[in-house]
């Protein structure tokens, strides 16, 4: 081999799985990627999307300079001008009409960045907005909840222990599909296997029969949205016939009879008319939960962001706690990373509810409002308008609901600024976009997952490739804006040094550094000698330790849970005849709504269809490969449906994501294809009462044949 090629090695940051990859380069050309076989927690596995890192490093579309918007043209500005210019227009529109008119919202890829992490509230501060909003509130915010409700802590989040586990419950995840989410685990069908291979069953609880279900040793159909009921069935019936073990955990529970008082009404015979699943059945997932040893439930986004998310993500975490399957090997265990340790007294345990969104009274979690609320309180004239938008890696046009209502809102913006590499649907609304390097031209450190992962390794890489001159990373952009910022409101700020130095510090606090007085005395040097990444071992007990509540125990059943509780009971979900329940599709080669620039990812069959039991399809006399109108409360789409028996009769499947083919998109390749965004027709309205996460799966629709 010519001796300019270089190795690099690089871990993956498109999805939580953090894959480690082997870059080999030659000059500014990537040569190869593959899969690292010496990392610990990836040991080797790659899915198509990782050798896509290069595709964005590559792509002619990526912009590398600030653009400013002139009548339909963008032209390059220099970086002093984009700064001095965003800070001006967002301190006027302060000054003018109030500091909170100034909106943030922060995208998915924030978390998959180590500087957006280390240096995003610098600018927040600055700015002095209470005005954020995040992909969370999209996505996972009822765990966030959950956890903070019962351990104290937004992010002391249990993590499934997939390599040690003898049953696992699955209920609206894919991990086939998405490689683990909130569970951050590459190598996932291996993983899976192998509990099959030790004598172990994992079971699938979701409306669509899918890859992941596939594998599995039971697949469950469910009705969309009522999980709820399921999971309130399997704690009453873990009562009724005297199954609860809370194990070691049992001294610091509060709360167990009236978990159980709560529970007494909804029987698995009422969970069967509303889920579809046999009441017997839920009484079998309740008992395996209880008897076997190393078991653990989990839940993700068909859990989640669906109209009782927080509810259910609570009922996971109290299932878990009764049956002996928290803080337990093989059930679920906090992880403990070299950096971001959760223990008391760590910043950042949140706060709910402390203040509401003006035009729907929605709440605030850990300092943000739901996303379902943005759109509206941009286009609702009164007090407290927002006048002005900053989003950071974020794509909400196409992400949140009612993308229709968010596209319009955005257009009529006085100012709006974006910190992203590509003018897409939403960014192509700005005025000014700074645009980061990509990831193969920065370090990066997992600060997100390796806190969420399922074994504790700890692994930084150096860039591979040299920025090019005149380039900015995420965290030097946010220091540049905060100087500005505060230049223009006559304040000073002093930048924060480089990401690398900020982990240094906090993994020489860590468990694993010579403060704790651990034997490895881990230092962010001694993570870098080692590029494949740190074995830590596997996750392990500790919760006990570092339960953030202030009484240090577990209160099980906090009063707006409860009130959850009664609403779920209150509430008769009935669905109109020729109604039918849309849900969102995950694809391997996809990821949300950015990576369908890639040829190599889009390339073969179509997959952004409408799927649609062939019931559901000779019952309107609608054809396979036909064109279908889809309607919703707030709008409608036509795009192509397929018949498919992967989904159960009465729901219908839509990925998210799409609908490039839009008037000042610069995405070449994504415009190219087909397929509408799924959130023109979810519905900002339809959220999870108690957080106000948005209900992007379960959305009533009708579907016609178009003429
Ligand atoms: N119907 C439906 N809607 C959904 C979902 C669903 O399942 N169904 N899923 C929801 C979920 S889970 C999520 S997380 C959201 C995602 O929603 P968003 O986060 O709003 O959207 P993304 O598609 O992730 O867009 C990411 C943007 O970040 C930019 N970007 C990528 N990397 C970087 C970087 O390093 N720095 C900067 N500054 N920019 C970068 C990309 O160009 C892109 O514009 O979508 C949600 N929407
Ligand atoms: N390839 C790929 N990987 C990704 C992403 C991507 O876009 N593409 N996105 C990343 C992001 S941001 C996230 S948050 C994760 C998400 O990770 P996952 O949650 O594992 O992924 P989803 O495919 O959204 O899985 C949700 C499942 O819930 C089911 N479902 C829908 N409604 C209901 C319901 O009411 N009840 C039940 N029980 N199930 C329901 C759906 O059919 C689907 O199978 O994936 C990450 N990884
Ligand atoms: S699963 Fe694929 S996209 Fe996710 S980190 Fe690994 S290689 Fe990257
Ligand atoms: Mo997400």
């Known amino acids: 081999m010519p001796n300019d090629v270089k190795t690099h090695y690089r871990a993956c940051n498109l999805c939580e799985a953090i894959c480690g990859l082997e870059i080999k380069t030659q000059g500014q050309q990537v040569l190869s990627i593959k899969g690292d076989k010496n990392d610990p927690l990836s040991r080797g596995y790659i899915c198509p999307k990782g050798t896509a890192m290069e595709d964005v490093y590559t792509d002619p579309d990526r912009l590398r300079y600030p653009v400013k918007r002139k009548g339909d043209q963008w032209v390059q500005i220099d970086w002093d001008e984009a700064f001095n210019t965003v800070a001006e227009r967002l301190v006027a529109v302060q000054q003018r009409y109030g500091a909170d008119t100034v909106a ?14 280390t240096h ?15 992909a969370t509130s999209l996505d996972q915010l009822p765990l966030h909840l959950a956890c903070y409700s019962l351990y104290g802590h937004q992010s002391l989040i249990p993590i499934p222990d997939i390599d040690h586990t003898q049953y696992m419950l699955i209920i609206g995840g894919n991990p086939l599909a998405s490689n683990g989410s909130l569970m951050t685990v590459p190598d996932v069908p291996k993983r899976l296997k192998a509990i099959q291979q030790r004598g172990g069953r994992f079971v699938v609880i979701d409306p669509r029969r899918t890859e992941t279900a596939e594998i599995a040793d039971q697949h469950l159909f469910i009705r969309p949205g009522t999980d709820a009921y399921l999971l309130m069935a399997m704690i009453q019936t873990l009562f009724a016939e005297n199954l609860v073990n809370s194990g070691h955990l049992n001294d610091l529970l509060e709360g167990v009879n009236e978990v159980q008082a709560a529970c007494l009404p909804f029987t698995p015979e009422l969970a069967e008319q509303h889920t579809g699943v ?35 993500q609570w009922a996971i975490q109290i299932i878990n706690i009764l049956t002996n399957s928290l803080d337990v090997p093989g059930g679920a265990l906090a992880a403990s990373p070299a950096f971001g340790y959760v223990k008391p007294g760590e910043s950042g345990s949140g706060h709910f509810n402390a203040w509401r969104s003006r035009v729907s009274g929605l709440p605030e979690f850990a300092g943000e409002l739901p996303s379902a609320a943005l759109a509206e309180e941009i286009l609702t004239e009164g007090d407290g308008q927002y006048r002005a938008l900053v989003t950071i890696a974020g794509n909400p046009v196409l992400s949140a609901p009612n993308g229709k209502q968010m596209d319009k809102a955005l257009s009529g913006l006085d100012f709006m600024v974006a910190i992203d590499f ?25 600060l997100a997952f390796l806190r969420l992962a399922v074994h504790n390794t700890a692994r930084f890489n150096e860039p591979v490739f040299e920025p090019p001159q005149g380039t900015l990373h995420d965290w030097e952009i946010f220091n540049g804006l905060a100087v500005a910022l505060a230049q223009c409101k ?17 993994v020489q606090r860590g468990p694993y550094g010579a403060a704790a007085g651990h034997g490895l005395a881990l230092t962010l040097d ?40 009664v609403r779920l009971s209150e509430a008769s979900p009935k669905v109109a005849p020729d109604e039918l329940m849309m849900i969102g599709r995950r694809h391997i080669r996809s990821n949300n709504s950015w990576m369908h620039n890639s040829h190599r990812l889009v390339k073969g069959k179509p997959r952004w269809q409408l799927l649609m039991h062939p019931d559901d399809l000779s019952a309107r006399q609608i054809e396979h490969g036909s064109r279908v109108r889809i309607q919703s409360r707030v709008g409608e789409v036509v795009t192509e449906v397929l018949a498919s028996e992967e989904v159960m009769p009465g729901v219908v499947s839509l990925p998210h994501g799409w609908g490039h083919q839009r008037k000042g998109v610069s995405l070449t390749i994504a415009a190219e294809q087909g397929g509408v965004s799924c959130n023109d027709i979810t519905d900002n309205k339809l959220v999870d009462q108690l957080s106000g996460n948005a209900a992007l799966n379960g959305v009533p629709v009708r579907v016609f044949a178009t003429d």
């Not at 192509?428 to 370090?443: G, K």
């Open 526 to 565: 001694k993570i870098k000698q080692q590029p494949h990444g740190i074995d830590l071992g596997p996750l392990k007990p500790s919760l006990r330790d570092r339960l953030c509540t202030d009484s240090g125990m577990i209160k099980l059943l906090d009063d707006y849970f409860l009130a959850d509780i």
């Open 422 to 446: 590509y003018i897409n649907e939403t960014t192509r609304h700005a005025d000014i976009i700074l645009p980061p390097t990509s990831a193969l031209e920065h370090d990066h450190y997992d």
């Open 104 to 117: 943030v919202y922060a995208g998915n890829p924030n978390v998959h960045n180590y500087g957006s992490m």
């Open 278 to 312: 046999a009441a017997e059945q839920i009484r079998r997932l309740a008992r395996d939960m209880a008897n076997i040893e190393g078991a653990v439930c989990y839940g993700r986004m068909g859990v989640s962001v669906q109209v009782y998310g927080s509810l259910c």
């Open 120 to 134: 995003g509230g610098i600018f927040r501060k600055t700015l002095g907005s209470k005005s954020n909003f995040s």
């Open 490 to 506: 006559g304040a000073e700020v002093k930048p924060l040094p480089s990401p690398d130095k900020l982990i240094d510090l906090g």
